[in-house]
């Protein structure tokens, strides 16, 4: 069973980079999956952020792509989530997760990080 | 990539029968068999209900079940219970391995 920890500043300010690491258990990253961050603003909906695969190969929201990176750490069996510049309208909720085929099955419980000086 | 519309809030008595719609466009929902969905109950992180549009994750209740026509995809709680009570996503594959959620749909048990 994959188990996700997020893990990472709570608050963050404006044009920083928040920076975001999801620690895996249960499965070796480098053996194959997805790895994924999804957020959630608070009160509103699930917004996918970007994807990395065992592959190394990245892919990413358009509306976010300018500002974000996801990497993986195989050492460490963990993957990272970087999004610079950031504004309030990026304080919320940031779910990492990870999928066997084009879907999440697993969860991590998330992580609120507010951007706020 | 915009987000797929999902009807604001559905309710029903227990025992009975709810349907949240999921619509998209060709290039999403209609062009690929690769929907998903999500039950979130508050403060907990979402849960995968439902996954190739009508297949279900081992300990999922078989009240719960997903279909699709055309750009739309739907999913049916059976049988509803209070526990059910919960925000639901559908999220669908968008091609370059993009993945769009929905707007999130209340399902309130009366």
């Known amino acids: 069973q994959v188990q996700l920890q997020e893990s990472g500043p709570g608050l963050v300010k404006p044009s920083e980079t928040l920076s975001l690491t999801c620690a895996v258990s249960g499965y070796s990253i480098s053996s194959g999956y997805y790895w994924g961050w999804i957020r959630q603003p608070p009160g509103k909906g699930l917004e996918w952020i970007g994807s990395i695969y065992h592959s190394g190969s990245t892919y990413y929201n358009p509306s976010l792509k300018s500002r974000v990176t996801i990497s993986v750490d195989t050492s460490k069996n963990q993957f990272s989530l970087k999004l610079s510049s950031v504004t309030a309208a990026d304080t919320a909720v940031y779910y990492c997760?990870?999928?066997?085929?084009?879907?999440?099955?697993?969860w991590g419980q998330g992580t609120l990080v507010t951007v706020s000086s | 990539q915009s987000a797929l519309t999902q009807p604001r809030s559905v309710s029903g008595s227990p025992g009975q029968s709810v349907t949240i719609s999921c619509t998209g466009t060709?290039?999403?929902?209609?062009?690929?068999?690769?929907v998903s969905w999500y039950q979130q109950h508050p403060g907990k992180a979402p849960k995968l209900m439902i996954y190739?549009?009508?297949k279900r994750p081992s300990g999922v209740p078989d009240r719960f079940s997903g279909s699709k026509s055309g750009n739309t995809a739907s999913l049916t709680i059976s049988g509803l219970q209070a526990e059910d009570e919960a925000d639901y996503y559908c999220c669908s594959y968008a091609g370059s391995y993009t993945f769009p959620f929905g707007t999130g749909t209340k399902v309130t048990v009366l």
């Open positions: 060709s290039s999403d929902v209609g062009g690929y068999n690769y």
């Open positions: 997760a990870s999928g066997i085929q084009l879907r999440f099955d697993y």
């Open positions: 190739d549009v009508s």
